[in-house]
Structure formats: C-alpha cells, structure tokens
C-alpha cells in the first residue's frame, strides 16, 4: 500500500487537525444555538418508561473490579430474554443522564468530548420480556424508549447488516450507537470527528462492564455494511449515520 495513503489516513487519528481549526468560526462560538441533545420525535409515539438507577431493585450488585476481570467479548448467548429492567440498566450505563440539564448539554455516565454526546442509542429488539420485536430508540432525558418501528425479518437483516457475523441475529437485543455529527462539529468543527470516534468507546464499554453484572455479554462490532444499517435505523446517513454495534444476550 502506498506509504501516502496511510499517512493521510493516519492523520484521522491525530489532533494536528485541532491547529487547522478556527475556533472563532465555529456554530458554537458565532452564536448559533447548540443542536438538541437528543434526536426529536413525534409527540404522539409510543414511548416506555423504564425504570430509573433507584428503581432497579433485581440487577446484582457486582464489583467493580470482578466486572473489568471478567469482562470479554461473549459471542454465544443463551435462548433467554433479557427483563425491562435489565434493559433499563443497560441503557442508564450506557448513556443514562445524570444530574441536571443545562441548557445545551446534560451529563452523562459516560464522558463525552465538551460533553456534546454525539450518539443516538437504538435497539434491535429479538427477545425481551413484555416488547415486541423491532427498532427502539433510547431517549436519556426522560429515561424513556421510544418505538420506531418493526421490521420484518429483523434478525436476518442485522446479520446481513454486519457482514454475516450471526451474533446479532441470536442476540436478545443488539445495541447500535448513531453518529449525529453536528453535534460535536457545533463546538469543534472539523476537529470533531476523532473525539466522536473516541467517545464510542467509552459508550460501549460501559456496556460490557454492566453485562457482566446481568450475567450477560455483549460483543463490540465495527464491522458492518454501513448504508445496509442506515437503511435498517431509517436514518439519513449524512446528518445521522450508525457508527458502533454490540450485541446482547445471556450467557
Ligand atoms: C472497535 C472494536 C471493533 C470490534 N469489532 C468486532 C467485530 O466486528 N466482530 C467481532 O466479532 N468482534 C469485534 N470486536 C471484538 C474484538 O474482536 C475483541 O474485543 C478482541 O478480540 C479481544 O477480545 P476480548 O474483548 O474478549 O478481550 C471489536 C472490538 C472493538 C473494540
């Protein structure tokens, strides 16, 4: 492979970027209002409460470090549907707000460059207690899921989505993070898209720790078709685009 190539391809990974930048030309620093924190939706969708950090009375407590020692990618999961309540527990670790609002940002329990959270989290459901099939999109300000839609055949397509790696289609439920961009473009402009890359990170394993705790594991996958998952989440894939995937399941 041409030496170029990678050099210009490595340069993704470097902040060298940050000195190309002017910063007194960024939306954030013209004034322009921030992007919302969380994608909107219809004000009549189907939308269901989970329950919050205090409410989860049935997650196992798990110590810290027996969950880093544990934790390994789990590819193989048992024919046992996940509980709301571990789904709950899931998406809190994940990307549950914590404390306040403020304005245009909320913080969460991951960190987040400038704490612009960039990621919609949406959920292939397969299996869990009381949900019918299909794409659901996490909402962290009211802790709430929202139904986006069913699809047939979902668990195929998930395959097919990620390249024929069959764990999301055996999985309760797959996790697949989004990219909105301008959030983070708001304050970074082109220095932007690196911290994003950076961010899933934290998000996912946030979620292999929390499995653990369930009894159950989860696989990072970054490989993936991606206009193939943007057409599965029905987003446009320019101002939202699926970025990151973890499958679920007991184990
Ligand atoms: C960014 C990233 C992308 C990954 N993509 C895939 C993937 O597409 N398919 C897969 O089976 N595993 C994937 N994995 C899991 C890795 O293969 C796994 O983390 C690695 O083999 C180490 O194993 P461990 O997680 O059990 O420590 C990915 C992990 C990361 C962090």
């Known amino acids: 492979m041409d030496k170029d190539v990678f050099k210009q391809f ?10 190309r930048v002017d910063f007194s030309q960024t939306d954030q620093n013209r004034g322009i209002a921030p992007p919302p924190i969380e994608k909107p939706y219809p004000a009549d969708a189907l939308r269901i409460d989970l329950l919050k950090p205090g409410e989860l009375k049935k997650i196992p407590r798990m110590d810290l470090a027996t969950a880093i020692r544990n934790r390994q990618s789990r590819r193989v999961y048992r024919n046992e549907p996940l509980t709301p309540e571990e789904v709950s527990f899931l998406l809190w670790a994940t990307q549950g707000v914590r404390g306040e609002v403020d304005g245009g940002h909320a913080y969460r329990t991951v960190p ?12 292939a459901i397969l299996h869990v207690n009381g949900l019918d099939s299909g794409v659901y999109r996490y909402l962290p ?13 979902l668990s195929s397509k998930l395959v097919n989505a990620a390249y024929g790696q069959p764990y999301p289609g055996e999985a309760a439920l797959t996790f697949i993070w989004t990219a909105i961009p301008n959030r983070m473009e708001w304050r970074y402009g ?3 898209h690196r911290v994003i890359a950076i961010d899933a990170g934290h998000v996912c394993q946030n979620l292999y720790l929390a499995c653990e705790a369930i ?6 996958i970054a490989a993936y078709d991606q206009e193939a998952l943007d057409r599965l ?6 101002e939202e685009f699926a970025i990151y995937l973890a499958s679920v399941g007991k184990v």
């Open 190 to 192: 082109l220095a932007a």
């Open 233 to 238: 989440l029905r987003v446009d894939g320019e």
């Open 112 to 123: 987040s460059a400038g704490c612009r959270h960039a990621f919609e989290t949406y959920l």
């Open 10 to 19: 490595r340069y993704f990974l470097k902040d060298s970027v940050r000195k």
């Open 141 to 153: 300000l009211s802790h709430q899921l929202l139904y986006e839609f069913s699809e047939e055949w």
């Open 215 to 220: 009894g159950a594991g989860t696989c990072a």
